[in-house]
């Protein structure tokens, strides 16, 4: 699931995007040498390679936005490299790559920002890195569209995927046997790993990269699994690694929900320890959601609910969306005490809710590039319970849940799917390099309970695992916070970058705010069509206006990008 805008407004506080011609230059070399760095604006020289590969890149001003059909302001190159790199002399596929900004004379550091899914394209970091180069004064950043997804020989399967097909950009059930055989006739879909992305990343930067002064990895969710994969090959390369909502060695997606379950009802025991949110239910707040479902639900309490066609799965997914952003996830109070009352009044503001989450039948771009296939591969050859339950047993146990996927698509696609073996799936590399390791409390997506493990493993000096108070998916700059200065977390962040070796000081955390229960009038508006979020009678706040009530429905449908499957991305 590729979610939202990740760190970078906080740390700043069909491809449409045509290269126009430019200067070209090549990059070859030896068996795995380093490369040099950029020269000038639009060159990249130097070589780099795994055995007897070379890997060649020549740069062409393009567009930053890839929305955008031309424009100058950054640089895409289209590389080849070998479809396995076990066999340098074999087929190749494409991977593309984009630079941002121009520069005249080479940058000193170079900032790879490397996304989550996994499935989803360098599209997503597109849109923040603009606002992220003010906390990065001369940095140059790079783009990545890893193997199988985006421009980089995406997995597709263009009947399957077609708008007009069974369910649009999605592959039903009924779809994937004639998806894989066109996937199967193309290409070899064992290569399509986390290990040759990590290598297609590696000999990239060596080239790109290897002379800079300073290296700095950035990666969110999936993204650190594949660092993490990454590290085993080519330790010592980066200057600063940074790891922002862990997807751990060993870490598997079967139990995806039960996890994300968890995590909202820590929310809701947060909110039983405030006397103000507690005080709207008779029973413990994460009780009472218990209670308000299965009465709403299993025993047919809220009957104009279901007759507007919204049951437990359909509510479930919408909570779970508000646990992704924080900004939102106060208005999971007030739907569960509506819930739980479930009047006339209440069924409205919730069918109001629910329409919320309506799929926009326009995909967007990050939509188009997402790798379906890849997704499912990688999930399955390596984020995968090896004796999962029956989908029938998963079922069952997913039907008691209030947050998560309520599904067992993933579950029944597994059995046929042609799975691959990777021995490194569950092993964590071991390396000395310096490590910024950071997971909220409140990550429904990478919880902590999981994440945690990372800090059990990285011990070497100036290895550091950050909790995040209250942070959601996405840790770096997520928890709430309302004083002058950057959030801790950033500052963090920014310390370590400037100074990887220097001590991670962490007393500022104590200076963070508490979790908001009680959505504002202008969000309640938004999900409920009310400045009352409870519908208890009160004289609300004052409306919203009409135009900031259409601009904050802009930004929640924009937000509100949502794959209908469980995924590892990018944050709020």
């Known amino acids: 699931m590729r979610l939202y805008d990740g760190i970078a407004l906080a740390l700043a ?42 890997v060649q890149v ?33 087929p190749t596929i494409e991977i593309f790559l984009k630079r941002w900004p121009v520069v005249d ?30 906390s990065f004064p001369g940095a140059q950043f790079y783009l990545q569209d890893p193997r199988g997804t985006g421009r980089s020989t ?21 779809e ?38 300073k290296r700095t990895l950035l990666g969110q969710s999936y993204g650190t699994y594949l660092l993490q994969r990454w590290l085993h090959f080519y330790p010592g390369f980066a200057t600063a690694t940074i790891l922002d909502s862990l997807a751990n060695p060993g870490n598997t997606f079967t139990f995806y929900s ?16 405030d006397p103000t949110c507690a005080a709207r239910f008779t029973l413990p707040p994460e009780k009472a959601i218990d209670a308000a479902f299965s009465n709403a639900f299993d025993m047919n309490g809220c009957p104009g609910l279901v007759a507007a066609g919204i049951d437990r799965a359909a509510l479930a997914l919408d909570l779970f969306t508000l646990m992704v952003f924080a900004e939102y996830r106060s208005v999971i109070i007030p739907v569960v005490h509506r819930l739980e009352r479930c009047n006339a009044t209440d069924v409205d503001a919730l069918v109001q809710f629910h329409s919320a989450f309506v799929a926009d039948p326009l ?22 319970e090896a004796s999962p339950p029956t989908p029938e047993q998963h079922l069952t146990d997913l039907s008691q849940l209030e947050f998560g996927f309520l599904d067992v698509v993933s579950d029944k696609l597994w059995q046929t799917w042609p799975k691959y073996s990777e021995p490194l799936a569950a092993v964590y590399p071991e390396t000395t390099d310096a490590l910024l390791l950071l997971n909220g409390t409140l990550d429904p997506q990478t919880p902590l309970s999981n994440a945690i493990g990372a800090k059990d ?116």
């Open 457 to 572: 493993h990285y011990k070497a000096e100036h290895q550091t695992f950050v909790t995040v108070p209250y942070a959601s998916h996405g840790a770096i700059g997520g928890e709430p916070w309302s004083q002058p200065s950057p959030p801790c977390s950033i500052q963090l962040t920014l310390g370590f970058i400037d100074d990887p070796s220097a001590p991670i000081q962490d007393d500022c955390f104590s200076l963070v705010d508490t979790p908001s229960f009680e959505p504002d009038a202008a969000t309640s508006q938004l999900f409920f069509g009310t400045t009352d979020p409870w519908g208890d009678g009160a004289p609300p706040p004052p409306a919203p206006t009409k135009e900031s009530l259409a601009d904050a429905r802009q930004k929640l449908r924009n937000k509100l990008l949502v794959r209908r499957a469980p995924g590892l991305s990018a944050g709020r």
């Open 176 to 213: 994937w046997p004639d998806c894989l055989e066109v996937v199967n006739s193309q290409v070899t879909l064992s290569h399509f790993t986390t290990t040759e992305t990590a290598k297609d990343l590696g000999e990239v930067m060596k080239v790109l990269s290897g002379t800079a002064a």
């Open 105 to 134: 004379t080479p940058s000193d550091h170079h900032v790879w920002l490397i996304q989550g899914g996994p499935g989803s394209s360098s599209v997503e970091w597109e849109r923040r890195v603009k606002q992220m180069s003010g």
């Open 258 to 273: 039960e996890r994300t379950d968890e995590v909202g009802h820590d929310y809701l025991t947060l909110c039983g320890q």
């Open 363 to 384: 995909p967007s771009l990050e939509e188009k590039y997402f790798g379906n296939v890849l997704y499912y591969n990688i999930v399955f050859g390596e984020m995968w």
């Open 13 to 54: 506080a069909t491809f449409v995007g045509g290269c126009d011609g430019s200067n070209e230059t090549t990059a070859t070399g030896g068996s795995g040498g380093s490369g040099g760095s950029g020269v000038g604006g639009t060159g990249a020289t130097g070589g780099g390679g795994a055995g007897n590969f070379e």
């Open 154 to 174: 995406r997995l597709g399967c263009p009947i399957q995927e077609d708008l007009g097909s069974e369910e649009g950009l999605e592959i039903s059930l009924n």
């Open 58 to 90: 020549a740069w062409e001003k393009c567009p930053l936005d890839s929305t955008k059909t031309t424009g100058t302001d950054a640089e895409c190159a289209t590389v080849k490299v070998p479809s396995t790199w076990e066999d340098p002399a074999g």
